[in-house]
């Protein structure tokens, strides 16, 4: 199988997995020392356990 159609299944395999996924997001509060802070998470609800993650850090 030549590397563009290895790709091509891949893909669809992938995006066909995916289709039931939905991504959740929400606000969250959290704090540092007395400093209390808003954020926003983001997930897919179809993957269980533990999953890769972003932390962006505002402006100060």
Same mark, same amino acid.
Do not use: C
């Given at each position: 199988?030549?590397?563009?159609?290895?790709?091509?299944?891949?893909?669809? /395999?992938?995006?066909?997995?995916?289709?039931?996924?939905?991504?959740?997001? !929400?606000?969250? *509060?959290?704090?540092?020392? *007395?400093? %209390?802070? !808003?954020? =926003?998470?983001? =997930? *897919? *609800?179809? /993957? !269980?356990?533990?999953?890769?993650? +972003? /932390?962006?850090? %505002? +402006?100060?």
């Amino acid at each position: 199988m030549g590397a563009r159609k290895l790709f091509t299944v891949t893909l669809l /395999i992938f995006v066909f997995q995916t289709a039931n996924a939905e991504i959740v997001g !929400k606000e969250v *509060d959290y704090a540092l020392g *007395d400093a %209390h802070f !808003k954020g =926003y998470i983001a =997930y *897919d *609800d179809a /993957i !269980k356990g533990t999953s890769p993650g +972003e /932390i962006v850090v %505002h +402006e100060w």
